[in-house]
């Protein structure tokens, strides 16, 4: 089964950038599709952007500001975040899409003055 290590987060001031990178641990192709999901507090968990080939997707609240992409490997997934608010605090975690891999452990992601 395929699992992901998700690593980058931090605390950023609203405006900052972060890159989060997400490895995969076990083979995955350039066909899979990877995506990018954040959980907020007490809210459910949603998707964010996602990778098909070369193909990118992005959800609404992150589009023209979230960059997903893959690494030089294949089994490394990006996720440049510019322009952060406020509003995009959660743990971020990646997965393949439909979700189908176990959850791992995420990486926080704090934006505050």
């Known amino acids: 089964q395929v699992r992901f290590v998700e690593s980058g987060g931090g605390l950023v001031r609203p405006g900052g950038s972060l890159r989060l990178s997400c490895a995969a641990q076990?083979?995955?192709?350039?066909?899979?599709?990877v995506a990018w999901y954040r959980q907020a507090p007490g809210k459910q968990r949603e998707l964010v952007a996602r990778?098909?080939?070369?193909?990118?997707s992005y959800s609404p609240f992150v589009e023209g500001r979230f960059t997903i992409a893959r690494g030089n490997g294949k089994d490394t997934i990006s996720l440049q975040m510019n322009s952060l608010k406020p509003e995009d605090t959660a743990v971020y975690y990646c997965?393949?899409?439909?979700?189908?891999?176990?959850w791992g452990q995420g990486t926080q992601v704090t934006v505050s003055s």
């Open positions: 076990t083979d995955i192709t350039v066909d899979t599709i």
């Open positions: 990778i098909y080939g070369t193909h990118t």
């Open positions: 997965n393949t899409h439909p979700a189908g891999a176990t």
